[in-house]
Every structure is written in C-alpha cells, then in structure tokens.
C-alpha cells in the first residue's frame, strides 16, 4: 500500500511538472482526462441527454486550449466540479450518498483555498483538476466495475 501512494504522489507530482514546463507538457494530463470522460461516457451511456452534454461539455482538447490561453477561470473549474459531483451522487449506489455528500463538502473546501491562495495562474488550475481527479476518478471507476460485475453476472 505505502508504494502505491508513492506511485500515485509521484504521477501527480510528473503531471505538475509538464503542466509547468514551458511549453506546457499535456499528454499525462490529457490521458488522465480521457479516461476521466471514458468512465462518465460508460456509466451514463443510458442517459442520451448527458451523452451530448458531455461531447460539448468535456471537450479536453478545448479545455486544454483554454488553459494554456489563460481563459479557463476558477469558475469554468467549479462548474466542471459541480457537474462531476452531481453525476456521482446520481448515479453511484444510494448507500454512498452520504460519503459523497462529504466528498463533495471536502471538495468544494480544498477548491475554496486553492482559490484563495496565492498561486500562479496554471499552478492553481491545475492542482485544481488534481484535487478532482484524484478524488473523484476512483469513484468513477468504482461505479464502472461494479456495474461491469452486475452486467457479466446477468449475461
């Protein structure tokens, strides 16, 4: 267990520092990002509605742009939050509603003291997308396999 938090202080640690090298390093971030969306694409591959949201609203490549612009604001990263959150609470088992009600308190706290810190532009951005990838994708994943599990037992 203490070696794969060591890998997993280390991966963030590598996509900070591409995020901060000039010109910005994207691919570790950018696949982490994919499969953040492969992940909401099958959990949600019910819901028609969400699918075309997701095509227009997780653009990663625009995402990136804009960041790398200097135009994706602290809100545009709170409306991705929110967005993610709800998404979990909707369609993660009833039984985690509570623990994702946390999460999403001790989310929305990390993202208002980034947001109040002093750091730089891409430094702020980024460890913002950190905060919720490392919280969030697990659960997404989790949602996957145990849906994958119930789907291989009903074949």
């Not at 993202?111 to 891409?122: C, I």
Request: charged residues 25%; proline residues 3%.
């Amino acid at each position: 267990e203490n070696v794969r938090d060591t890998l997993e202080i280390v991966f963030w640690d590598n996509i900070r520092k591409d995020m901060a090298h000039i010109p910005i390093k994207t691919d570790r971030f950018k696949a982490v990002l994919q499969e953040l969306l492969d992940n909401l694409r099958t959990i949600c591959v019910h819901d028609i509605t969400y699918q075309n949201d997701l095509t227009q609203f997780y653009d990663i490549d625009l995402l990136l742009q804009m960041i790398r612009s200097r135009v994706y604001s602290f809100n545009n990263l709170k409306i991705h939050f929110f967005s993610l959150i709800d998404v979990l609470i909707r369609f993660d088992a009833p039984i985690n509603d509570i623990r994702n009600i946390e999460l999403k308190k001790n989310i929305t706290s990390k993202l208002e003291e980034l947001e109040n810190n002093p750091l730089s532009y891409y430094s702020s951005i980024v460890e913002g997308w950190i905060i919720l990838l490392k919280e969030l994708l697990p659960c997404f994943i989790s949602i996957n396999k145990i849906k994958n599990k119930i789907l291989k037992n009903n074949v």
